[in-house]
């Protein structure tokens, strides 16, 4: 069936550089995603969320990217913190109404100092 | 922020009892509560949807006589477990759906440890 999914299960960064968490969608119905970062035994956090009639939305040290033509999405953490260790986790609405969510496999990001 | 609550944080049970595990948004209503599972190492799977007011609405495989849910009020739902077994043993988290701003953001509760002995 359709799912999300995620190509790095995991992902280790230096302190102090960028990272680039990837995923894939296959649902084309598609139009609002979300990223969310979960620590360990904690309930997930939203980070940032982006409508699929946008291709970048900025927060605070993080940009989503949403490419529609390649059904991916992206999240970049700039300027990677030792607190920015963490599972983190894209989902998508499936097109209801209701706003349920499909949640992806999920990157592990491991900061090293 | 929004903010949801869940309680009891964690609970150990014998096998055979039924707990229940309180899921609230603090700050908001939310009309829509979602009750998901998460074993480790795991994505999160979604259990139920539990609409204020109305019966809830639960994914393929989930038994409802099982997983019993009750969004009494817009700040409220519940899911019990009902004759847990150890293969119940998970984390479950709830979400709260409430429209703040221009997004349909869900708030995830901090989740329930649930142990089953």
């Known amino acids: 069936g359709e799912s999300v999914g995620l190509h790095l299960p995991t992902l280790s960064v230096q302190e102090g550089d960028n990272s680039i968490i990837n995923c894939a969608y296959s649902n084309s119905a598609s139009d609002y995603f979300i990223w969310y970062k979960q620590e360990s035994g904690k309930g997930p956090q939203f980070i940032i969320d982006?409508?699929?009639?946008?291709d970048k939305r900025q927060g605070q040290r993080v940009t989503v990217l949403l490419n529609k033509t390649v059904k991916h999405l992206s999240l970049q953490i700039a300027a990677t913190q030792p607190g920015d260790s963490a599972v983190y986790f894209c989902?998508?609405?499936?097109?209801?109404?209701?706003?349920?969510?499909?949640f992806g496999a999920g990157t592990q990001v491991v900061v090293t100092p | 922020g929004a903010v949801v609550s869940q309680h009891p944080s964690w609970v150990i049970c014998k096998s055979g009892t039924s707990v229940k595990i309180e899921c609230r948004s603090l700050?908001?209503?939310?009309?829509?509560m979602f009750w998901y599972r998460q074993f480790p190492k795991q994505s999160l799977m979604l259990m139920a949807t539990s609409n204020e007011g109305s019966k809830a609405t639960y994914e393929q495989g989930v038994e409802k006589d099982k997983f019993l849910i009750n969004h009494a009020s817009l700040t409220l739902s519940t899911l019990t477990v009902t004759s847990a077994h150890p293969e119940d043993s998970s984390f479950y988290i709830c979400?709260?759906?409430?429209?703040?701003?221009?997004?349909?953001?869900?708030?995830f509760g901090p989740g329930t440890r649930l142990t089953v002995l």
């Open positions: 979400s709260a759906r409430g429209l703040a701003g221009e997004s349909d953001t869900q708030y």
């Open positions: 989902a998508e609405n499936i097109g209801n109404s209701w706003g349920k969510l499909q």
């Open positions: 982006i409508r699929s009639n946008m």
């Open positions: 700050d908001f209503q939310a009309t829509t």
